[in-house]
């Protein structure tokens, strides 16, 4: 929908009275150079010090000619009264010729040293005697304005694709599509693209910045030969137009005379009679909008109250142009958006957050959860090695991290967060697993196997890592999750934490993958021995936590070359009986049983050695862990 914007003077007071349109200005600052500009906003009864380096007030900078501080200005009732100071060494140019007091009028202009300051209207609030009166057209109406010269135009418009395709910084890309956007409607003087910054994004200094509402949007300007020549500053978009566009969602269009005080508050730019801004919707690009204006030599509108039919065509383009803008772009992030999840999300996951409502999907909500944390081991050891050659280092550590995520993903996980060279997979979310704790467990089993057997090869990237891996099973909040500047898909809970001590524990424990007591029930009872099998390892009470519970290890099969056969794990769970029960002269006898090779067995052993080999006076089988 499009909005036909009209100032009407209201000849005689009504029963409400309307207040006096009190016109908001800005003065701009033009050095010799391009790049020396400022500006400043001047609201009814500014008062302002004007400087080189002012105290408190306007700095100018650049140029030496100016005093330190130089200047009054005060802006009352639309006029800029200038005093120049007595202790300023240069004096102030007005039409031509020295003054030291003077009242500007909106479009006059006075000059110190090289520089020269220009009053432009910037805005106005509605007061007494004049009122807005808004013409509304659906969408399907704007949809017959007929554009002209179609031809040059669309061939104009078949660039867009490949404009957007262009590699580059988005400052380079806005740059150029406003270039494009000048180049389709010839009536234009000027246009603009503007960009709602999100945070963490960044555009070229040179590109204006316009503000309101507590954000802060970009415009990447391109003006005609003819304005740029003609005009002594540069175009700069009305940012009260483009605030109405943004609010409303709709295309807005205003023409207006030179008589017509009301057209201070949409152009900051003489000689131009006309400007629309069309906001793009599309998720995309929100905040984003074209901005196009010029100069009509005949004005019906003001006299008919209906605008030309050549600007409604260019009206027409310009929304056409931001159509295919927002479809382009908007395929492009949501295929962005498939590649990444992809990455972190199994086909299952992506088909049925596809096939759902993405926003239900997403809801934190509570749950039985299987938490799988894998570290990498040896990252340390090879950083210090590789000091002198760390893309290398980069390469096999991405690699690393890439056998760990493959994992997860391949068996229906979704990858929760990196922490460092470490990586936190879960299950349970958006649907449960059929097979429970299953998934992960097997999971973990590839990713050692995959370790393992680069270990055998020393030109392999992954040789001289090894990884530990906790599992954990309980309850827990997944979905989105995060601060409202910053939001992910995670879990939540102590599940969490269990997991991540459980890998850390790994290490003292000397094995590569421990599981907690319900993973180890359902091992036992649901996962074939030609895929897994676990044993207990004790129990623990883990530092920094409260309670207790029996810690389990997975292992491989059998089959697969284990130094462990089956009949070993037999002797090591009564090992442990033995130990708990306070026997530990049977326990060192049983272990005895057990391969050199055997590492789990060497925590017991120096448990009991450093106990002087007799359980404590309180013994209750309980190994309680003194440090992480």
Known sequence: MVIFCKRLQLLQCTSKPYPRRRIMAELFAQGPTPDQQSRISLNPNTKVRLGRAPQDGWG??????????????????????????????????????????????????????GTVFHLHGGGSTISENEQVEFESFTTNEIRNFKIHNPEKRLDVLSK?????????????????????????????????????????????????????QDKEYRASVATSEKFHHKQEIPFRP??????????????????????????????????????????????????????????????????????????????????????????????????????????????????????????????????????????????????????????????????????????????????????????????GWPIPPEDGPLAACRTALEIHKEFTTAAQDETARLAGFRVGIGIAHGTAITGRIGTVDQEKVGVFGPVVNLAARLEQMTKQLRVPILIDETVAEYVRNHMSSDEGRCRRLGRIQPFGLANSFIVSELLPTEQSGSILPDAHLVDYERAVDLFQEGRWVETLEMLDRLPVGERAKDFLMIYIAQNNYEPPANWDGVITMQSK
């Open 60 to 113: 100018i900078p650049w140029d030496d000619l100016i005093s330190r501080e130089h200047a009054d200005i005060h802006f009352q009732n639309d006029l800029l009264k200038v005093t120049c100071l007595p202790t300023a060494r240069n004096p102030i140019r007005y039409q031509g010729v020295e003054d030291s007091a003077f009242t500007l009028h909106i479009g006059e202009k006075f000059q110190i040293g």
């Open 238 to 427: 009305s940012s009260r137009l483009i605030q109405t566009a943004l609010e409303t969602g709709e295309s807005q269009l205003h023409e207006w005379s030179e008589e017509d005080s009301s057209s201070i508050q949409y152009t900051l730019t003489g000689d131009l009679n006309w400007a629309f801004c069309i906001p793009i919707q599309a998720e995309a690009c929100k905040g984003w909008c074209l901005y196009v204006s010029g100069m009509n030599q005949g004005n019906a509108f003001l006299e008919t109250n209906t605008p030309n039919e050549t600007l409604l065509g260019d009206l027409r383009l310009a929304e056409l142009i931001g159509q295919i803008l927002g479809s382009i772009l908007q395929v492009r992030l949501l295929e962005e958006r498939q590649t990444r999840m992809n990455r972190y999300f199994s086909p299952k996951v992506v088909r049925t957050m596809s096939n759902k409502r993405s926003e239900e999907l997403l809801a934190p909500r509570e749950g039985d959860i299987t938490v799988l944390f894998c570290d990498l081991r040896g990252f340390s050891r090879h950083s210090e090695k590789e000091q002198h050659n760390l893309f290398t280092l980069l390469e096999r550590v991405s690699q690393a991290l890439g056998v760990m995520t493959r994992g997860i993903v391949q068996h229906e996980g979704v990858i929760a967060d990196f922490q460092g060279d470490a990586a936190l997979g879960f299950w």
């Open 160 to 212: 867009l694709p490949q404009l957007i395709s262009l590699e580059g910084t988005q400052a380079d890309f806005v740059k150029n599509l406003s270039t494009l956007l000048l180049q389709a409607i010839p009536n234009a003087d000027a246009t603009a693209v503007i960009v709602g910054l999100e945070e963490g994004d960044n555009l070229a200094e040179s590109i204006l910045s316009i503000n309101f």
